[in-house]
């Protein structure tokens, strides 16, 4: 399922760009973020968490950084906290409690994009319970362009979308668990930070692929002021500058 050539190629680019001891660096900041989404969103604490709270929550996902408070607005800190909840402690199988979170938010327009909802809530998930839930983003797998880290490093037989969001939520998922297994063994995924090296590697393979495509697309005056590999990777895992992390 995992073609591991291209895993390797991809992180040998990457490594030319961004060393392995800030990978880890890295790493280390999405562990961290994964325990601030673990206390703040506690079943017992979830729901009476404090507008700021959720504002640095909402802050810390890549998709949600700018629109933390038009999502706020349009559902309430209640309405949020509710939400949060029922996704994440919420009776039936979570694939379906995911998709009904994502058409929650996927229907709030004012400037919000659909795909925010799936990207959200998998977060939400992931973070606050990563033995459990498996990370999916746009960039990860955006099912409406069919582009994103995984399917560069998946063969080509693999098909990740499903008929709807819960579906193609659970084929994500079983190609997360396939890279978590062999990712350390075949040499392109780091060590120590287990599921959170995973998250770190497909980062790294979807800046491997914006700054390709970028430079063979853009101006060079754009490619100039693009982020830096290291900076880029913080900004998609939303550790760079989190409100939920004493860094800069």
Known sequence: MVDTP????????ALERVSREELGDVASLVEKKAAA???????DRITSITEDEATSLLRSVF??????????????????RTLAATLLYGEGAVDVRLEDFHRRV????????????????????????????????RWIWDPDTETGALPLVLT???DLTGAGIAETYRRVGFAMSFIDQVGEAAGFREKGHGHFDTDVFL???????????LRMRMTQEFNQVMPQAGELLRRLLGVHRSPLLEVG
Do not use: M
Request: hydrophobic share 45%; net charge negative; charged share 20%.
């Open 6 to 13: 291209a895993a390797r190629e991809f992180i040998e680019q």
């Open 37 to 43: 989404f673990g206390e703040l969103l506690a079943q």
């Open 63 to 80: 998709s949600c950084r700018r629109r933390s408070n038009i999502i706020l607005s349009e559902l309430t800190l209640d309405g949020f």
């Open 106 to 137: 996927a229907f709030l327009g004012k400037g919000v994009p659909e795909n925010t909802g799936y990207d959200l809530a998998s977060e939400l998930l992931h973070f606050a319970q990563p033995d459990l839930h498996w990370l999916w983003t």
């Open 156 to 158: 080509e037989e693999v």
């Open 203 to 213: 980062a790294c393979v979807y800046v491997v692929y914006l700054y390709t495509t």
